[in-house]
């Protein structure tokens, strides 16, 4: 039976203004060099637990570096992460969302999924939070993730599980679907506006799913 795509993230783009006006040209996007600039910052844009240092604001990282990062949560509660950037991958609709009924707006987008390592470094428990992650398309607007009415195999995009209290850790994957067969040039923290984001960049690979069926198909272990 064919199911439905949920395209919440398509309707959200704008991100109420949030998009990413940096013109700076050290970041090389998808293909280029990945690592740039990291530190830590001199002083804690927020509170966060004793010994925990966050990774400066404008940081430019590559696929495979980590950066700890804090964000706002409601009822004054703040959320400190170590987010490592595992692999970025380009997929197509007929490699990884057969048997899905998508919609016109979904099919003129282009979907990419983003897999992660995400730990808990602070005492806020962050139980069915979104992983406050965005990709950038090349008109430098944020893409917020994609979630789904039910179980994605490919890329389950769901948001932290039950209980991910501190020292918590999981890897996840990501779905973005960027509009007008837009590119990923970017995956970027930005909880608010002011933020100077932090960003990773690096090569596109294929699916995993994809990479292990031509594995298979060609004899290969």
Known sequence: MKRLLVT????????????????????????????????????PYLPVPDGVELTAQGSKLGVGDSAVVAYDLPKNQVGALDITVTRLEKTTFKQSFQGWRLDAATKKTNPYFVRVTVKNVGDTDLSGQPVPLYIVDGTNTLIPATTFKSTFAPCPSTPF???FKSSAKIDACLVYLAPDHGDLTAVEFRPTEQFNPITWTGDLKEPK????????KSGKR
């Open 161 to 163: 599980p039950k209980k």
């Open 8 to 43: 919440t993230a398509v309707a959200a783009l704008a991100l109420s203004g949030c998009s990413n006006d940096s013109k700076d040209t050290s970041s090389d996007g998808p293909g280029g060099s990945g690592t740039s600039s990291s530190s830590t910052s001199a002083s």
């Open 209 to 216: 799913t994809a990479t292990k069926k031509a594995k298979k």
